[in-house]
């Protein structure tokens, strides 16, 4: 498959305020970590475009993006906003031609092994997520050693959780 010979780098993206961009190689290091770039609750598109165009040319990459979810205890507006970022990046990945698929977190989780279900607090997930991405990737878990950077270590196991899709555990 030409598609697979020509993919090198994937990249994870955990939307909202507190979340990230992690870029991945084929083989699964770990090359980049970056907070989610913006002003307020909207991510900066310019921002976002520049982090993609500088990972490589579009054939080169490809876009895991958790696809967000309502939960009845966020308010409307918490949706909006965060509908508004999730288009906005949907915005750049299709306005720069890169290939994308959208993952729900309770699928990641489960394709990556993560506990899940509703007797783990939110907290407790996040707490998780950390520390199974610090096994992944030991070398970069200073990255996400404080609870406020869950959203470091949640794009990287999206993007990995993409890579395993599609390339395999190598």
Not at 79 to 108: C, F, N
Not at 121 to 135: E, G, L, P, V
Request: with cysteine.
């Amino acid at each position: 498959m030409v598609f697979m010979s020509k993919l090198n780098y994937v990249i994870g993206v955990d939307p909202g305020q507190t979340g990230a961009i992690s870029v991945l190689d084929r083989d699964g290091n770990l090359e980049s970590v970056v907070d989610m770039p913006g002003f307020g609750p909207e991510p900066m598109a310019m921002d976002i475009a520049a982090l993609f165009e500088a990972v490589g040319s579009p054939d080169e990459i490809m876009v895991a993006l958790e696809e967000p979810f309502s939960m009845s205890k966020n308010s409307s507006q918490a949706s909006m906003t965060q509908g508004i970022g999730y288009g906005i990046l949907l915005g750049v990945v299709g306005t720069m031609g890169l290939r994308h698929e959208r993952i729900k977190p309770a699928d990641w989780k489960r394709e990556l092994g993560l506990p899940m279900g509703a007797k783990y607090t939110s907290a407790q997930k996040k707490t998780n997520s950390r520390i199974h991405a610090a096994r992944l990737w030991p070398d970069h878990a200073y990255r996400w050693e404080r609870a406020s950077q869950d959203g470091r270590a949640e794009s990287a196991l999206i993007g990995e959780c993409l890579r395993r899709r599609i390339l395999g555990s190598l």
